[in-house]
């Protein structure tokens, strides 16, 4: 099967898409573990591995034909992608300790508009290593940005990050990164989310899923073809609190991978 959501704008609205999120999480973020759901982990028995068989609701952690992530190869250059437009906004964030990864809840009001098609920025997290391949290679960590439209249909800009030269943004929210599972920090300051994005925001775009249970599929990832950077010292303190939340490779089964200009 190939899919391209591009070429199918009418793709999520088919799909209806739906989250598992409580009420009080529905316009902020997507919960680590759904309220009903199993108890889930990147180790053991809990592992993704075995995911699929934790919970009925988790099935597309095993069965999906088009789960995340994938490596992203050879993609085929569509000169009539369109750009991405950032709409970012400053304000105070909150970062919160999942148990699962580090995530930060921005400030309401800011959006991406791609294809026609306004999605509302709702929070970021933290994957190490990173979980999309390129050509076979993986990258140090990656950032998630997850954005939502009105109906709750989910595409998310991947920022892959590579060992170098210290990250602006980052040094903004390490020092307040929450060090135990469900502990949360506030920073006050204004934080503006597109200092976490490369100068060049040329991108690969391609059908998924949410990369934890329960695996969600028909996400639009849109995968930043340029990586950003990150300091050893920077790497170090985030692989302190998750050494490996990164979910493994899926098959692609065909899906069509796109590259804008």
């Not at 075995?50 to 088009?66: F, H």
């Amino acid at each position: 099967m190939r899919t391209s959501f591009f070429s199918v704008l009418g793709f999520f609205a088919s799909f209806g898409l739906t989250l598992a999120v409580s009420a009080q999480q529905s316009s902020t973020s997507i919960p680590p573990t759904p309220p009903t759901g199993a108890p889930w982990s990147y180790y053991g028995h809990t592992g993704p591995s075995n995911w699929g068989r934790l919970d009925p609701a988790y099935s597309a952690c095993a069965k999906g034909k088009l789960q995340s992530p994938i490596d992203i190869r050879n993609p085929k250059l569509n000169k009539a992608l369109p750009p991405i437009e950032f709409h970012y906004v400053s304000g105070p964030v909150n970062l919160v300790n999942t148990g699962h990864t580090i995530r930060v809840n921005v400030t309401p009001g800011g959006y991406i508009v791609v294809g026609g098609a306004r999605y509302e920025l709702i929070e970021f997290h933290f994957h190490h290593p990173a979980e999309d391949l390129v050509n076979g290679k993986l990258s140090d960590m990656v950032i998630d940005l997850v954005h939502k439209n009105a109906a709750g249909e989910l595409a998310i800009i991947a920022v892959r990050l590579n060992e170098g030269q210290d990250n602006g943004a980052l040094a903004a929210l390490w020092p307040s990164l929450p060090k135990t599972a469900g502990a949360t920090t506030s920073i006050d300051a204004t934080f503006n989310p597109l200092g976490l994005l490369p100068s060049d925001r040329s991108y690969w775009s391609y059908v998924g899923s949410i990369t934890v249970p329960p695996c969600t599929e028909g996400v639009h990832w849109l995968s930043m073809q340029n990586p950003a950077d990150i300091s050893q010292d920077q790497l170090q303190t985030f692989g302190r609190l998750y050494p490996d939340n990164a979910h493994p490779l899926q098959a692609t089964h065909g899906r069509k991978i796109e590259a804008s200009q």
